[in-house]
């Protein structure tokens, strides 16, 4: 039997190892106190190390739990739908403290429950293919299969070519206006924004009243300062092949910037919400 002292000394990496596997303050909550509470219920011998058992444990419960989030989905509720306010609140004060990357939870979402698991706990926390065969329920190589296909899915595609150095300047020029943004330096913004530089937005993504489109450099940097905590939840992805910057308060798609430039400043800013189409690839 696992003792409550053993339990709580193990708590802080259960939880670490939960919320990266299902990405979500409660459900990685939920997850660590229903391992413990199987834990106590299940009649077992002496442990030798409580806290790989109840890894493992952890582990399974967010396996779980994953399953019926893609039940779920499949039905039709989208993980895009109706961000609730206090949920995203909740997981963006989680991944700030676990210092866990915004992009790679977004990424993980396009991942299969088996991969996310074998992902996180060989490649994130070094647990061997023998214990992720074992979460998993199944053998070892197939362990590494889901993991390497994680792997795969989860990094930026090889450089090279012209189309490579236009996108590494476009994302140079986008990297420092959206660097200004997050300070309120309207100055810096200005210098990096076209004479006639246009913001066209989705209604559903603005205040009521407020404009759809604004135009001119000066009115763009001023408006874009209203938006910083928005900007500052906002990570750098592809969307469908298309380097955009994804607004994700907690981890959590929301909403796309979608910046054009030429000539070295930014011509255009489109902002849309995500839609269940998307799929996120890694910049």
Known sequence: MISTAEFEQ??????????????????????VQTAWLRTQAA?????????????????????????????????GRQLTDGIDTAIAAADEAMLRREDVSRALLMLMRELTPPQRVAYVLH???????????????????????HASRARARLSPPAPGG??????????EIVDAFLHAARGGDIARMTTLLAPDCVRRADPALLPRGAATTVRGAAAVA??????????????PMRVDGHPV???????????????????????????????????????
């Not at 708590?11 to 303050?25: C, F, N, Q």
């Not at 012209?162 to 994302?171: A, E, G, L």
């Not at 001023?222 to 990570?235: Q, Y």
């Open 10 to 31: 193990a708590r802080p990496t259960l939880l670490s190892v939960a919320y990266r596997i299902v990405g979500a303050a409660q459900d990685a909550e939920d997850a």
């Open 43 to 75: 009649h077992t011998a002496a442990i030798d190390n409580p806290s790989a058992w109840l890894t493992t444990v952890v582990s399974r419960v967010c396996l779980d739990q994953l399953r019926e989030r893609r039940r779920r989905d499949a039905l």
């Open 123 to 145: 490649d994130l926390f070094s647990l061997p293919f023998d214990t992720v065969a074992a979460v998993l329920d199944i053998t070892p190589a197939a362990a590494k299969k």
């Open 162 to 171: 012209p189309q490579h150095r236009d996108d590494r300047q476009h994302r």
């Open 222 to 235: 001023e408006e874009t300062r209203s938006f910083v905590d928005r900007i500052r939840v906002s990570a």
């Open 245 to 283: 910057d994804v607004i994700a308060p907690g981890g959590h798609p929301w909403a796309l910037i979608d910046i054009a430039t030429t000539g070295g400043v930014i011509t255009e800013i489109n902002l849309r919400p995500v839609r269940p189409a998307d799929r996120f690839y890694a910049l």
